[in-house]
């Protein structure tokens, strides 16, 4: 289990938010602010055993029980983040460091000190250029997914194996593959008459298992990714692709290239707005790059808001995740579904207090099924 809580990032960038300290030193602007949140969540599993990463079964969403409770982290980290910008020779530069951590263990006692240094990187371009990021940061493919989903400052699926230590899985698994977090070399272009393209070479990774050893190691090619994007006024729409070479380690497997292309839109109009997202290929993986190792998968997104007043945001979101193959890396698991329903109040400039509710759904080839109902309540805190 440990696997899937180190597995499971789950999580994001920050949402724009106004810094707690702006500091002007020469020619550089120095920013410091940060996220804090909690959660109160509930679950209860039923159903047939499903193996594999299945989200609903009592092994993973309710972490062992038949039922669970968790006050922690939602599907953001708490985080310190720290920028530095400045304008010279014609460039706008910009050093930017993230750095987040967990609420909630097992333990009342043990130290609570692991760190996730999810962003560390430095950009450089102008407007005529665009710009270059070299360093640490979330990748380019699944981005507008987990950004745009409405359970990002909630919890979605409140899963408590990657909950406790970790974080709650929004629609990771059952909606989109997780972005994930690469050492990288990327592009962004100027926009022009509403499109820009986002391209970069990223650090390959390793499989990370959940119900095996490991299977593949990387190979000397980097993983690549890219995503045409058009955007202007109501409506913002995406291309987008990823790729990368494993080789096989274990006896049995075959080398493999993960292949997976994504498309998606989101329209706001007045207080409705809508998100549509899907990916399909091989290897994309449900809580890491080829996690279930060489098998085909669709991820599918669909998400409407409502803008009740000026403080409160409806929402009801469904996502879910399907095996097109049953290998040896699935284990047997079929699918994975979440069907979310939140409310969400900005008490204040920066606090948001969130209610949702949901039920998760696992299904097996052979017809099993595994559900979980969830709740969560609590706030998030941007400074």
Known sequence: ???????????????????????????????VGGIVN???TYVSCSGDAVGGLALATEGIGCGGEDRRTTIGNGLLPNGLVTSATTKQSGFDIKAHIGIYHATATDSAIAQNSEVDVRQA?????NADLGTFKLGRDNGIFGANAIFGDMTLIGAGAPVQATQR??????????????VGYYGQMAYSSPKLSGFSVDAGVFNPVADSPIVSAAQYSTRSNPQVQAQLTYADGLLKAWIGA???????VAVGASDFTMSGWEAGASFQQGAFGLLANYEGGKGLGVLSD????NVRSKHWLLQGTFKASEKLKLGLGYGISKNDDNTAGTNGLKSNANL????????????????????????????????????????????
């Open 340 to 383: 979310t329903a939140g409310a969400y109040y900005a008490l204040t400039g920066a606090i948001t207090l969130v209610g949702e509710v949901g039920q998760t759904r696992s299904k097996s080839f052979t017809g099993g099924e595994a559900k979980m109902n969830g709740a969560a309540f609590g706030g998030i805190l941007f400074f």
């Open 165 to 178: 230590g970790r974080v709650s899985l929004g629609h990771i698994g059952a909606g989109y593959a997780y």
């Open 290 to 293: 080829a996690d279930q190792g």
């Open 242 to 248: 990823k790729s990368q070479k494993f080789k096989a």
């Open 121 to 125: 990187y430095f950009s450089f371009g």
């Open 1 to 31: 289990m440990k696997k899937i809580v180190l597995a499971a990032t789950a999580g994001a960038m920050l949402a724009p938010a106004a810094h707690a300290v702006d500091i002007k030193a020469g020619d550089w602007n120095v920013n």
């Open 38 to 40: 909690a959660y109160y």
